[in-house]
């Protein structure tokens, strides 16, 4: 079992930054995959980065590469997502979540067994 637990979000204006941080227990992030998703009401959720369990690999999508960034601190089993230059369209509740199964990161929300509860960010215009 993994516990992940999201911490960070908030409401910004347009340009500004925010790091979240999702905190891990159960298992050492070492063992698994990371990731973070964002998902507005109605829609699919989103893949926006993850930490390969080497912690050798992170992968952002190109449509956010530049603006977010994910990396991980193996000592206190966090990983982060800070987000720069932030765009209303960003708003979303954010997900923290582990893929206990794969070899390397997938993009689909459905390889992932563990999510947290997520956190709100909300970007005002």
């Known amino acids: 079992q993994v516990q992940l637990v999201e911490s960070g979000g908030g409401l910004v204006q347009a340009g500004a930054s925010l790091r979240l941080s999702c905190a891990a227990s159960?298992?050492?992030?070492?063992?698994?995959?990371t990731a973070w998703f964002r998902q507005v009401p109605g829609e699919d959720r989103e893949f926006v980065g993850a930490?390969?369990?080497?912690?050798?690999?992170?992968y952002v999508p190109d449509s956010l590469k530049g603006r977010f960034t994910v990396s991980r601190d193996r000592p206190s089993n966090t990983i982060y997502l800070q987000m720069n230059n932030l765009q209303p369209e960003d708003t979303a509740v954010y997900y923290c979540?582990?893929?206990?199964?794969?070899?390397?990161?997938?993009?689909?929300?459905?390889?992932?067994?563990?999510w947290g509860q997520g956190t709100q960010v909300t970007v005002s215009s």
């Open positions: 159960g298992r050492t992030i070492n063992n698994f995959i």
């Open positions: 979540a582990a893929d206990t199964q794969s070899s390397y990161i997938e993009q689909g929300p459905g390889t992932y067994d563990f």
């Open positions: 930490v390969h369990w080497s912690g050798a690999t992170t």
